[in-house]
């Protein structure tokens, strides 16, 4: 059966041995975040989170608010964590979890180690969002609770819809895979299988014509050149610098978007959308 397939190929690239296929990767956030009250100490029950101040990605806003969550949000430079910041977050025991994104933007990586090891010792569940990062390094179960990834358009599987949802704890899991809206559509989970087949390919043809564009690019100030990556995001300071950078994006056809953008970084930058490729 090719739910069976899938999942298995995920336990594999996650190191979590629970996972569900999920009709959307929106629906894999809301599903991780519906949980919150019920695994964590009742006497610690607060419906707060945090999630990273640039980087993320724009349901880590939305959902909270359907589900009555309040937000903060953890410092950043250029889409990394502030680790100072959230020590002084969740040392105050006020949030149930942080839900974050690795990369950051696509393009930051973060210390997920470190950030499991603080988070655990304070009782703040981890939530991962790996739909950049399935199939390399970055993405790794055992620096969260919960990890989420979107099968959706130009991401790394790009399989035009669907996503993912994992437990590294069956505590969790037995809560979690309740509120999971599982997809079914057969011909939808055929392409997600296809997609995951070819992924090793297509992370390797992504790498290749990034460095291409950061070879290129190399006199302009690039955030992060040397982390696992999925798009170049270059700040500019100057008009004339940030014409430069489109028209070489037009003359290589690549697409692009302006900065700031909290689902890249929050200053003038122009990320060029490698994973569109």
């Known amino acids: ?31 991780a975040l519906s949980i919150i009250p019920n695994i964590v100490p009742k006497q610690k029950i607060q419906k707060k989170i945090l999630i990273p101040e640039e980087g993320g990605w724009i349901h880590y806003k939305k959902a909270p608010g359907l589900l009555g969550i309040e937000v903060t949000e953890v410092k950043c430079h250029d889409a990394k964590i502030d680790f100072a910041d959230l020590l002084q977050k969740v ?5 149930a979890a942080f839900l974050y994104q690795n990369p950051g933007g696509y393009f930051a990586e973060q210390p997920m180690k470190k950030i499991y090891d603080l988070c655990a010792k304070h009782g703040c569940t981890v939530i991962m969002d790996v739909s950049g990062s399935l199939g390399t390094a970055l993405c790794n179960g055992d620096y969260a609770d919960v990890l989420v990834g979107s099968f959706g358009k130009w991401k790394l599987v790009d399989a035009g819809s669907g996503g993912f949802i994992s437990a590294k704890h069956k505590k969790i899991w037995d809560v979690l895979k309740k509120e999971v809206d599982v997809l079914e559509d057969e011909i939808t989970l055929q392409k997600i299988w296809q997609k995951l087949q070819e992924l090793p390919e297509r992370i390797g043809f992504l790498q290749e014509r990034r460095n291409k564009i950061l070879t290129d690019l190399s006199n302009f100030n690039i955030l992060y050149p040397a982390d696992i990556g999925f798009v170049v995001v270059i700040e500019f300071a ?6 430069k950078i489109i028209n070489y994006c037009e003359k290589k056809e690549l697409s692009w978007t302006e900065c700031p953008r909290y689902i890249r970084v929050n200053k003038k ?6 994973k569109q490729l």
């Open 238 to 243: 100057t008009v004339q610098e940030k014409e």
């Open 1 to 31: 059966m090719v739910r069976e397939k899938i999942e298995h190929l995920l336990q594999e690239h996650t190191k979590h041995d629970y996972i569900s296929i999920t009709t959307r990767g929106n629906a894999a956030i809301t599903a």
């Open 269 to 274: 930058a122009i990320s060029i959308e490698v």
């Open 91 to 95: 040392e105050t025991k006020k949030y």
